[in-house]
């Protein structure tokens, strides 16, 4: 999951932090806590279907509506879409990237 957060949403979250922590506790990991806390604070939510889509091909990245990347596993990958998201664009055919260069590897 992806949380984006409005800088409103923040401060009112900073405003009541020592609250959500001491009634809530932090075992919940970081996505239940958050959840709980802006529930509890009003902090209402929304759902953008389109702010992050899971596909292993680099060529998503060419989305400009998207805000994250997952899962690109192999490093060529990872690097190519870095690569498409910094202005570099790549050929991507059936979710294989050709760099154009080497990748190295440390």
């Known amino acids: ?30 996505d239940g806590f958050f959840k709980g806390c802006m529930d ?3 902090v209402g939510f ?3 279907p389109n702010l ?3 596909d ?13 990347f997952h899962p690109l ?3 060529v990958n990872w690097q190519c879409c870095l690569d498409i998201i910094s202005g570099h664009p790549h050929n991507v055919v059936y979710g ?3 760099l154009g260069y080497d990748l190295k590897i440390a």
């Open 73 to 75: 596993k192999q490093p």
């Open 1 to 30: 999951a992806v949380e984006v957060f409005s800088k409103v949403a923040m401060q009112i979250y900073f405003d009541n932090a020592e609250g959500c922590h001491t009634t809530m506790g932090v075992n919940a990991g970081e």
């Open 40 to 42: 509890a604070i009003g």
């Open 52 to 54: 992050f889509n899971p």
């Open 96 to 98: 294989q990237c050709d």
């Open 56 to 68: 292993v091909s680099p060529g998503v990245c060419n989305n400009e509506g998207r805000a994250a």
């Open 46 to 48: 929304m759902t953008d």
